[in-house]
Nanobody, 121 residues
Framework: QVQLVESGGGLAQAGGSLRLSCVASGNIFSINDMGWYRQTPGKPRGLVASITAAGSTDYEDSVKGRFTISRDNAKKTVYLQMNSLKPEDTGVYYC???????????????WGRGTQVTVSS
């Protein structure tokens, strides 16, 4: 089994910054893509940023230039640095990772439980 645990959420003022972290643990041989998703009430969960094992990144348009995703493969950790926060960034942020276990060729996507980010105006 694989666990993803997020941390770093909380309350910030508009224009402020927060840094999210997500650590993967458990039965892991390798991790492919990792990403951060955001969900707000009444809307589906949507991709905010993703990063491949090689470090290639992709961002949702509204966060480009403000958010930076990074990862430490040795620590099995992905980060999301969020700067110039806006009230519309508010939501529950979920970490996801595509994991290959040691005893299988299958890659499975795992999710964290989420961390709340609230940005006040």
């Amino acid at each position: 089994q694989v666990q993803l645990v997020e941390s770093g959420g909380g309350l910030a003022q508009a224009g402020g910054s927060l840094r999210l972290s997500c650590v993967a643990s458990g039965n892991i041989f390798s991790i492919n893509d990792m990403g951060w998703y955001r969900q707000t009430p009444g809307k589906p969960r949507g991709l905010v940023a993703s990063i491949t094992a090689a470090g290639s990144t992709d961002y949702e348009d509204s966060v480009k230039g403000r958010f930076t995703i990074s990862r430490d493969n040795a620590k099995k950790t992905v980060y999301l640095q969020m700067n110039s926060l806006k009230p519309e960034d508010t939501g529950v942020y979920y970490c996801a990772a595509e994991v290959k276990a040691p005893d299988t060729v299958r890659i499975r996507k795992y999710w964290g439980r989420g961390t709340q980010v609230t940005v006040s105006s």
